[in-house]
């Protein structure tokens, strides 16, 4: 997976997970790594039907496994304005990082990112980062980081 500066979107205006779905569907197929947006969309949409991705500190990790989805891909997205969505901790939502796996990667590489972003986001020094970084070259730095197993110092 090649993480790079095209791959983060700051200040997003959305009204809901809904409308945010379809910009990451919408950018994801202009970006060429899905071939559909609706599809895409539609995937995001049944994965948080069935539980939702909100985690903590208004961090959220929506997934979308689907045969339109051409290599595995992270988006980072942050949003201008918090939205609704479903948390541990009752918080809205603010940075999103969407994962999109084709089907066939959906037990492996598709566990090995989520797995990797959410160890990465019980950490307070990355949470941080994240949170604060206006810089798209240090937020790649940072995520990648974490992407491919090194811990930050």
């Known amino acids: 997976m ?3 500066e095209t791959n983060i979107l700051l200040d997003v205006t959305v009204a809901s997970k809904e409308e ?3 910009v990451i569907a919408s950018y994801a197929y202009e970006s060429g790594y899905v071939t559909n947006v609706d599809e895409t969309r539609r995937a995001f949409n049944e994965r948080e039907e069935e539980y939702s991705t909100g985690l903590q500190e208004g961090f959220a990790i929506p ?7 051409l290599t ?3 988006l980072f997205i942050r949003l201008k304005h918090e939205i609704e969505w479903e948390t541990f901790d009752d918080s809205a939502v ?8 084709p089907k066939e990667d959906e037990g492996t590489v598709h566990l090995e990112m989520l797995s990797r972003l959410a160890t990465a986001l019980l950490e307070a020094e990355f949470i941080q980062q994240v949170q ?7 937020l790649v730095e940072l995520i990648k980081k974490e992407m491919i197993g090194e811990r930050i110092r």
């Open 2 to 4: 090649n993480f790079k």
């Open 20 to 22: 945010l779905f379809e």
């Open 63 to 69: 997934h979308a496994k689907a045969d339109t989805v």
């Open 72 to 74: 595995p891909t992270v």
């Open 94 to 101: 603010k940075n999103v990082f969407a994962l999109m796996v």
């Open 132 to 138: 604060q970084s206006e810089d798209k070259t240090q």
